[in-house]
């Protein structure tokens, strides 16, 4: 089992950046291959970003492709997702999830992730 924490979340103005990490419980985090969603007020939960478990691909959504980067660090057992050029559309909770699939293009569905993390709120200010 995995056990998820986010971290990072607040208050920034927009064209802001924030960092967001996810830090994950037991011996088998890089067996997991860990993405981002977001979810705002009244709408639903979509995703943002993941990376393989190598971290050797990433993938993201149109929405944030060249405003966020999303990294991990195995030893560290943590994903990260830095958060450059932040608009207000980009409030909401952030959810890291892992996933055990080998099928990268999966990576965007919510369905194959196995473990969630609580989330963190981002809310960025006009």
């Known amino acids: 089992q995995v056990q998820l924490v986010e971290s990072g979340g607040g208050l920034v103005q927009a064209g802001g950046s924030l960092r967001l990490s996810c830090a994950a419980s037991g011996r088998t985090f890089s067996s997991y291959a860990m993405g981002w969603f977001r979810q705002a007020p009244g709408n639903e939960r979509e995703f943002v970003a993941a990376i393989s478990r190598s971290g050797g691909m990433t993938v993201y959504a149109d929405t944030v492709k060249g405003r966020f980067t999303i990294s991990r660090d195995n030893a560290k057992n943590t994903v990260y997702l830095q958060m450059n050029s932040l608009k207000p559309e980009d409030t909401a909770v952030y959810y890291c999830?892992?996933?055990?699939?080998?099928?990268?293009?999966?990576?965007?569905?919510?369905?194959?992730?196995?473990?969630w993390g609580q989330g963190t709120q981002v809310t960025v200010s006009s």
């Open positions: 999830a892992a996933t055990q699939t080998l099928v990268t293009s999966w990576y965007r569905r919510m369905a194959v992730y196995d473990y």
